[in-house]
C-alpha cells in the first residue's frame, strides 16, 4: 500500500476527529493546551486502533485468504457509507459538553476511533506496514484535529458533517481500488 493511500485512508477516518474537534470548539473558547491535548488523544487513538485490528486481521488472514480483497473493501465501504449515512442525520436538542474534561475526551477518542480498529482488521488481509500505517494515520489526525479546533473556535459555523460525507466517499474509494487491484481491473 502506498504511502498516498495510507494517507487518503488516515483522512478519511480523521474526519469523525475534525467534525467533532470543529463542533464542540465552536460551542466554547479552547486554549491552545485544550486543543493541543484534544488532537493528541485523537491522534494516538486513532493510530493505535489500527494496530489492535491489524493484530485480529492478521491472526485469521491464513483462514480467509481467498476473500481477504473483499473483505478490506466491505469494511471500508460499511465505514465509508456510515460516514455518509451521518451527513444526513440532524442534530437536535443537542446539549453542551465540555471537552476539556478528560473522560469526556477519552470517550470521543475511543469512539471516533472505531472505524479505525475496523480499518486495521482490513489492514491484515493485506500487505501494509502497520506500525507506518498506523504512524501516518495518527499524524494526520493529530493535524485535521488541531485545524478543526482552531477553525471551529475561529468561527461561529462551519458545517462538520460535510467533512463526515468526504472521509466516507474516499474511504469507499480506496476499498473499491483495493478491490479492483486485486480482480486485475486497475
Not at 485480529?56 to 465509508?80: E, K, N, T
Not at 465540555?98 to 493485506?126: E, H, P, Q, Y
Not at 484535529?145 to 462551519?158: A, C, D, E, H, P
Request: charged residues 10%.
Amino acid at each position: 500500500m502506498s504511502f498516498l493511500e495510507i494517507f487518503l485512508i488516515g483522512l478519511g477516518l480523521s474526519m469523525d476527529c475534525f467534525a467533532v474537534s470543529l463542533s464542540f470548539s465552536t460551542c466554547g473558547k479552547l486554549e491552545w493546551k485544550d486543543v493541543l491535548k484534544i488532537s493528541l488523544f485523537f491522534g494516538i487513538f486513532q493510530g493505535l486502533m489500527p494496530v489492535i485490528g491489524w493484530l485480529i486481521g492478521s491472526s485469521f488472514q491464513s483462514l480467509i485468504q481467498a476473500v481477504d480483497h473483499w473483505l478490506a473493501f466491505g469494511i471500508l465501504a460499511v465505514i465509508g457509507l456510515r460516514m455518509i449515512s451521518q451527513f444526513f442525520v440532524h442534530e437536535t436538542n443537542r446539549k453542551f459538553t465540555d471537552i476539556r474534561k478528560t473522560s469526556v475526551l477519552l470517550t470521543l477518542s475511543v469512539a471516533t476511533s472505531i472505524d479505525a480498529l475496523a480499518t486495521g482488521i482490513s489492514f491484515g488481509f493485506i500487505k501494509v506496514n502497520i506500525l507506518e500505517a498506523a504512524s501516518i494515520i495518527a499524524a494526520v489526525t493529530f493535524i485535521v484535529s488541531l485545524i478543526g479546533s482552531r477553525l471551529g473556535v475561529k468561527s461561529t459555523f462551519i458545517p462538520a458533517k460535510w467533512a463526515e460525507l468526504l472521509g466516507g466517499i474516499v474511504l469507499i474509494g480506496i476499498g473499491t481500488k483495493i478491490l479492483l487491484n486485486h480482480l486485475g481491473i486497475m
